[in-house]
């Protein structure tokens, strides 16, 4: 089965300053990684994704990274502010399109943000 | 956008009883619901994928009869937590395919006491 290892489990960043993330995965088959963001006592919410037939997503201050070859995904984000402390997680899947494919997680990454 | 709703949100409740959370996709059809269970500052860990109509499938080391989980309609699953006990304290949440992506529940927080 897949397998998500996620980097580093913790970190600390200035407020304005970047923040990266890293996950790597092991099935070659898996073609949708996205990530979450998690509040303590929420429910993860979906901050950006990327599919396989891509390189790279920007949305605003976050960004992904895909390098298929090899199996690795990076979450990057920029002029962070403290309302981006929380734990991120990434994860993969097959399921890209449609199925019952499940999300394999990472173990999380708790990011604070010092003002 | 899709919407699952998880009930209860939270609960406490005696060690050797049951209980049970349900999650409905409110405008959608989830013909697939995944079980997940999280303890304090870990991953979440999939318990049991299961698919309308039919029985669901459970990961390894997951007793399949101590988490019991019905997914009888396209719009409600359930998973029972039977003669529960303090080792099963822990944050359930459950999560649906919307197309392309998933939809997650908002989480039920069980203290077994």
């Known amino acids: 089965g897949e397998n998500v290892e996620q980097h580093p489990s913790t970190l600390s960043v200035q407020e304005g300053d970047s923040a990266v993330i890293k996950c790597t995965y092991s099935d070659s088959a898996s073609n949708y990684f996205p990530w979450y963001k998690q509040e303590l006592g929420k429910r993860p919410q979906l901050i950006i994704d990327i599919r396989s037939n891509v390189g790279e997503k920007k949305d605003q201050r976050i960004a992904v990274t895909l390098n298929k070859t090899a199996k690795h995904f990076s979450l990057h984000i920029t002029e962070t502010q403290p309302e981006d402390s929380a734990v991120y997680f990434c994860a993969a899947t097959q399921g890209a399109g449609a199925g019952s494919y499940q999300l394999t997680f990472g173990k999380g990454t708790k990011l604070s943000v010092i003002p | 956008g899709a919407v699952v709703s998880q009930h209860p949100s939270w609960v406490i409740c005696k060690s050797g009883t049951s209980v049970k959370i349900e999650c409905r996709s409110l405008d959608f059809q989830a013909t697939t619901m995944f079980w997940y269970r999280q303890f304090p500052k870990q991953s979440l860990m999939l318990m049991a994928t299961s698919n309308e109509g039919s029985k669901a499938t459970y990961e390894q080391g997951v007793e399949k009869d101590k988490f019991l989980i019905n997914h009888a309609s396209l719009t409600l699953s359930t998973l029972t937590v039977t003669s529960a006990h303090p080792e099963d304290s822990s944050f359930y949440i459950c999560?649906?395919?919307?197309?392309?992506?998933?939809?997650f529940g908002s989480g039920t927080r069980l203290t077994v006491v």
């Open positions: 999560s649906a395919r919307d197309g392309g992506g998933y939809t």
